[in-house]
């Protein structure tokens, strides 16, 4: 597990939040509408991995895909947070990949089966440095893109997200108790690629960051 760090403070992972189809062209393209209220996930803290890092692909999958999203990285708090309250538990952000193998979560699903296991190996959670908060006016309309060997494969907006960052706290804060350290992954534009053994990936988000990874096959 790797610590995070905001203005030269270390601060400890607590849990990583995801939100599923919160962009429409995404859903479109995994064949699904996006949900009347937000969706929720859980990876686990011992999937992140530095920027520069290497991802490894498991022996279990065939298929392994990359997904850039926004994350915001709460330094508060709370229980049943109001939406106007919500922004105030935010001390920084970050570019977040959720890599996901893609064969095992559709295999899970056709299973009627939770799809922890696609999600939350080791390394699937690459993350950015971070950037305070104050640095970033308005989370909701940052250009987004994600590169693999140079080739542009997402290239969208947040402003394209349906539930919005204070949306999403709020939400979430209604089903769990949200703690200093959690990392909420906002979801994902569209493009979403598979990637393979030897790749370079590369995701911007305007305003906050780079994110850069290499791909290995786990040996």
């Known amino acids: 597990m790797i610590w995070l760090r905001v203005d030269g ?3 400890r992972p607590a849990k990583i ?9 995404h859903a479109k393209e995994s064949g699904g509408e996006v949900p009347e209220s937000p969706v929720f996930f859980l990876k686990p803290t011992t999937a ?7 991802i490894l692909l498991p022996p279990q999958s065939h298929r392994v895909e990359l ?4 994350a915001a990285i709460l330094g508060t708090g709370g229980r049943d947070v109001p939406r106007a309250r ?5 001390m920084g952000y970050a570019v977040i990949f959720d890599i996901t193998a893609r064969d095992l979560q559709q295999q899970a699903k056709e299973k009627g089966l939770p799809w922890t296991a696609a999600k ?6 690459p993350i950015s440095a971070i950037t305070p908060a104050k640095r970033v006016r308005d989370p909701n309309a940052l250009a987004i893109r994600a590169e693999i060997n140079g080739d542009v494969v997402q290239d969208s907006n947040t402003r394209e997200m349906v539930h919005k960052v204070p949306d999403l706290i709020a939400s979430a804060s209604r089903i769990m108790t949200l703690e200093r350290g959690d990392i909420l992954a906002t979801g994902t534009p569209a493009g979403v690629r598979e990637i393979r053994a030897g790749d370079r990936l590369r995701g911007t988000i305007e305003h906050v ?9 786990k040996v």
Do not use: Q
Not at 67 to 70: A, F, H, I, K, Y
Not at 86 to 90: E, Q, S, T
């Open 120 to 125: 939350g190996f080791d390394t699937f959670a």
């Open 48 to 54: 992140l991995l530095a920027s520069g890092g290497t």
């Open 9 to 11: 403070r270390r601060l």
């Open 17 to 25: 939040l995801c939100v599923a189809r919160n962009y429409p062209e």
């Open 209 to 217: 960051g780079l994110l850069e990874a290499r791909v290995a096959r």
């Open 67 to 70: 997904e850039c999203e926004l």
């Open 86 to 90: 919500a922004m105030g538990l935010v």
